[in-house]
């Protein structure tokens, strides 16, 4: 009998990844795909619960490489938040290209919409909990609750945006994905012009101007 490989989590994603793309569906169970890659069965659930984590893990990866890689260049780090998530953005798409027959296998297998949000479960936590930490400048509306609903909208429309634009990708057929690039750079700089506070601090600040000199009037 053939001695059993000591293996890494990233064996067990990569021999994955490599088997559904390979027989176009996931393995049939655990101990086939142990059995099939020469590992003890009792690793893979050392590091997954089961085939559906495995899935979840594998753009939790996609995520962590990118935060890792933004995290070397030290001009990421002086970067204001429009431009933190525009790199964000680019070099996470760039880690889908390299991965994207898997991709469009994970998000494409299956005709039921609230099963592909569940495979991208992690992601979501991850990355809106990324945009949460960009410091995004909002209306401080001076009032708790407010505030609370400001931000959890601000990380859900982030979090929809990244969706449309994973939409776009799976869908794009230019060379290199050059329209994708596009959309990445016109979509956000449109969402962050929405959000912009400035020119709403403006006509707040002039809404008070207004209400003060007719209450002087009076």
């Known amino acids: 009998m053939a001695k059993k490989k000591a293996i890494k989590q990233s064996d067990v994603i990569d ?12 393995p049939k169970s655990v101990y086939a795909f142990a059995k099939d890659n020469n590992f003890e069965e009792q690793k893979f659930y050392e590091f997954f619960g089961s085939f559906e984590a495995l899935e979840q893990a594998i753009f939790q990866v996609f995520f962590d490489h990118t935060i890792a ?6 001009d990421y780090q002086s970067f204001d938040a429009r431009n933190k998530m525009l790199s964000f953005y ?24 609230l099963e592909t949000l569940k495979v991208l479960k992690h ?8 945009v949460a930490h960009l410091d995004i400048k909002t209306i401080d509306l ?7 609903i400001q931000n959890k909208a601000l990380k859900e429309s982030a979090w929809i945006q990244l969706l449309v634009t994973l939409k776009f990708w799976m869908d794009d057929t230019s060379s290199s994905f050059e329209k994708t690039d596009i959309f990445i750079e016109k979509s956000l700089k449109t969402s962050f012009d929405l959000i912009d506070t400035t020119p ?15 209450m002087q009037t009076k």
Do not use: C, P
């Open 123 to 130: 992601l979501k936590d991850s990355f809106t909990n990324y």
């Open 15 to 26: 021999f994955y990844m490599d088997y559904v793309l390979t027989h176009n569906h996931k």
């Open 90 to 113: 680019y070099t996470f798409f760039e880690i889908l290209t390299a991965n994207r027959s898997y991709v469009i296998h994970a998000l494409k297998s299956s005709n039921n919409k």
């Open 200 to 214: 709403l601090k403006s006509i707040i600040d002039f809404g008070k101007f207004l209400y003060k000199e007719k």
């Open 69 to 74: 890689n933004l995290d070397k260049s030290e």
């Open 142 to 148: 001076k009032q708790e609750k407010l505030e609370k």
